[in-house]
Each structure stands twice: as C-alpha cells, then as structure tokens.
C-alpha cells in the first residue's frame, strides 16, 4: 500500500529492537528457546471493557522508514502537518468542553481552529482534533494505522488528515471538520431533523465509493470497521469515512484473505469472519449491507429496547426485503411519499445480497457504485429512477388482474399497515436467518427473488468477461 511508518519512527524516537526486522526477531527467538528451559504458557491477553459491543485485538504495522523528517518527503504526506502538543491547545481554547463534537472508547474529539494565532502562515481552518485516551480502546498502534492510511490516501470520500500530534505521552490526530456529524446522529438521535430518502442515497453512494477506493488500492485495505458513527458528513452531506484505527492490508496473489483476531463492531461484523477470523473486502460489505438496512428501516443494527425476535436487524429485517407486501411495510414511515416501490425494491435487493451469509453472494463494492450510480442523476434531476432499477434487478411482473395506476395507489392506501415498524400480531411469524458458523458455499442457495438471481447472472458475467 505503499509506506507505513511505526510510532518510534513518526515521535523521532529510537529503538534497536523496534528497528529490527521480523526474520531477525524470528532468529533470536529460536536461539533464546535453545538454551533456556521452556518457559510456562503465557497468561491469556488482557480483556479490555470496549463501550458500544466493540471487539478488540492488535494492528500489525510493517517496517518503515525512521523519523517525521523522512516521514514528511514520502509521496503522499506532503500535506499533513506535524502539530506541537500546545499549538493544539491553543486550537481548541485549552481543550473547552463546550467545543466537544463526540467522546467515545478512543478518548475525545474537540472542535477547534488553526490560524495564525496557532501557527504563523497558517490559512485558517476549521478542524477537528481527536485526543487519544491512554488508557482507552483505541491504543497507540490503531493511532498510527489512522496515520499511515489517511496520512498517504487522498479521495473525496475519505476523510482528510490534516496533521497529528506525537509528544511525550500525547497522541493527537487532525481532522478536517466535518459540519454535519456523523450519519448516526442524523438516523437515530431525535434532535435532528429527519434524513430525505435521496440525501439517505447520496450518503450510501458516497460511502460505496468510499470503500470501493481502498479496495481498489495497489495493496487493498480493509476498512474493518463500517457503521453509521463512522460515516461523517460535510456541509453539503457528502459522505466521507473516518476513524482508520482497525484498518488493515487485504489479501494479495493468490492469498484468499489474511487471518486476523476479530475487531469491529457486534451487528457490522460479518458472520464468517467473526467465526474464522478470516478477513476480506467481502467483510466491509456486509457491514455496508448492515449501514444500508438501517439507512432503509431507521433501526440501529442491534437494538435490545426492541422484543427479543428483533433485537438484531439483519436476522429480523433481511428476509423481508424480498417480499414487497412486507417490505412496505418496514420501511422507516418517516420517508413515506418520497421514493417509487420499484426504486426502494431495488435498494432492498441490493440490501439483500451485501447482506448474504456466503461471501461469495455478496456483489463487489465496485458493483455497488455502479448500481447506486443512477441516484446520483436523480438527485441533480429530480426524476425518480425506477426505469433505471428495472435494467439492474428485473422486477417480476404483477400478478394477473392487479390493480394499476390511480386504482393501485387506492388499494395501496386502502390496506396500509396499521404498523409501519414491524407486524401486526395476526401476522404470521417468520423465521428469520440466522448467521452460520461456518462457510458452507456447498449448501442449497438462498431463497431468492427473480430479481436477486437475474442479478446475480448479470455478475457472474461480468465477473467472467473479466
């Protein structure tokens, strides 16, 4: 992915050990282990209390070179700024609690100003500046993964690093300001107006392509951590990802995936990496999945206020969204009025597939783009775009004698559900998916819509013409 940069190297410090290469360390180990008795096991890892269900592990960063100096002339670090521990002081007024946007496992992020009262020549920005808890989930080396991938990756749908802090104990790093939080604040918390259905899709596309960037790097990274906290929103709702703590290189040649400890978030996690530790792109589509059902519904991914059979969106939610008479009726009512059946079946289908439990169901986050592309169109237009969901999933036909036009739309208000959010309780149960344990590409398919497995022929021949 290009140069990555320990955290001895980018605070100028100087560690032999720290310097010495992993085939080195590899050696010495070997001969310790000759000539000392076998040590007793080592004691388990430490647990660590992550707030918000949040898995923890380690991030293994590569050699690098040494010191900020040579840090500053590689390509792709040119703008990010090395900061002094009281400049940042003196950008967010001593730390002024009235100027937190957000606090959270990884410590505290402040809204703040770098002028020229901060820094001589320095143009005046809005920034935010993130300060790393010591003793909090986010520890030094996801610090520096934040560094290394946002410090060297420029795209409009990644957030920019505009510098960071690495003194004595302190561990800053800064952002720009981001105007509108993030897309959590916006869904869930009651303070804010609620999201239009096509800002809701200019978000979505913003953020696939977001992802469909990093896994399209020369080294591909997986971002290992897509939920709507992470999503951050400028001024115009541009949607842009933050928070590149558990980041990590993707497989490359004949590598399948790269095993790893789980990290990330319980209900964005895909299921047969949570089972097997072995991790993919195919990961951060799932959890794209996860974001777009909530996007969709207005749920949060994991909700224990809800009764028990809902609890977790994607087992409750995902069967429903290939059955139109259900869909209509999960869907978040405060929305109601603002997009076509057509349109919302397809942005449920495609909810649907990033959401399968075999990886090898789930489209490409380069696939995504392509299908939540023709939003972009509607959202300079204003014309719905139901003709452009029917040449990407095939919708099947009404049933002989259905109602259509003015008719159709009375029968629909006519037997409106008396419970947008869920079932009424004469409804029938449905048993909802479960997550596997195991990967099974060998097992019966998925129930799916026409739609679905027109869908997915139009990959696998994409995939083949390749």
């Known amino acids: 992915m290009g140069n990555c940069f320990s955290l001895n190297q980018l605070c100028g410090h100087s560690n ?6 992993p085939v080195e360390v590899e050696v010495e180990v070997k001969k310790a282990a000759e000539t000392l008795p076998t040590p007793p096991p080592p004691p388990p890892p430490a647990k660590i209390k992550i707030p918000n269900s949040e898995i923890s592990s380690t991030v293994s960063m590569p050699a690098s070179p040494k010191g900020v100096e040579e840090l500053k002339l590689v390509n792709g670090y040119g703008d990010v700024n090395t900061f002094t521990y009281n400049e940042l002081r003196l950008a967010t007024k001593n730390f002024r609690p009235d100027l937190i946007l957000g606090e959270g496992g990884f410590g505290v992020v402040y809204k703040g100003v770098i002028d020229e009262n901060v820094r001589p020549g320095f143009k005046s920005t809005e920034v935010a500046v993130k300060v790393l808890d010591p003793e909090g989930f986010q520890g030094d080396r996801e610090w520096l993964a934040e560094v290394n991938y946002l410090g060297q990756f420029s795209h ?12 004595d104990e302190h561990r800053l790093l800064v952002y720009e300001y981001m105007a509108c939080g993030s897309l959590e604040k916006h869904l869930f918390r009651r303070v804010c107006l609620t999201m239009p259905w096509l800002t809701r899709m200019k978000i979505a596309l913003g953020a696939a392509k977001g992802l469909a960037f990093l896994h399209g790097a020369e080294r591909p990274i997986i971002y290992r951590d897509f939920k709507t906290s992470n999503i951050l929103l400028d001024a115009e709702y541009n949607a842009k990802l933050s928070d590149f703590g558990l980041a990590k290189e993707g497989p490359i040649g004949d590598q399948t995936h790269v095993s790893t400890r789980v990290m990330g978030t319980y209900g ?3 299921p047969e990496y949570v089972a097997t530790g072995h991790l993919t792109a195919m990961s951060d589509v799932y959890g794209f999945g996860v974001v777009l059902l909530e996007m969709l519904i207005g749920r949060r991914a994991t909700d224990k206020s809800r009764p028990s059979r809902e609890h977790n969106l994607v087992e409750w939610a995902r069967p429903l969204l290939i059955r139109p008479n259900k869909l209509l009726r999960i ?22 597939q990033c959401l399968s439990q075999n990886p090898k169901g789930r489209p490409t986050m380069k696939e995504v783009v392509r299908i ?21 999933y095939e919708a099947s036909p009404d049933p002989p004698g259905a109602a259509t036009g003015d008719a159709a739309e009375h029968e629909r208000k006519r ?8 079932r009424s ?40 013409s390749n």
């Open 16 to 21: 032999k050990n720290l310097e010495e290469t």
């Open 372 to 392: 939540l592309e023709p939003f972009k169109d509607m959202q300079k237009d204003g014309d719905d775009i139901s003709g452009a969901a029917v040449t990407l």
């Open 156 to 167: 409009p749908n990644l957030v920019k690093l505009i510098g960071f802090c690495c003194e």
């Open 268 to 270: 964005y996690a895909a």
């Open 415 to 422: 037997n409106k559900h008396p419970f947008p959010n869920g």
């Open 331 to 352: 869907t978040d009512p405060r929305m109601e009025g603002q997009y076509s059946n057509k349109t919302m079946q397809m942005v449920a289908n495609l909810a649907y």
């Open 425 to 464: 309780k004469s409804e029938p149960y449905l048993e909802s998916n479960r997550f596997i344990t195991s990967l099974e590409p060998d097992g019966p398919p998925e129930p799916q819509t026409k739609a679905i497995n027109e869908h997915s022929k139009m990959i696998d021949l994409k995939k083949q």
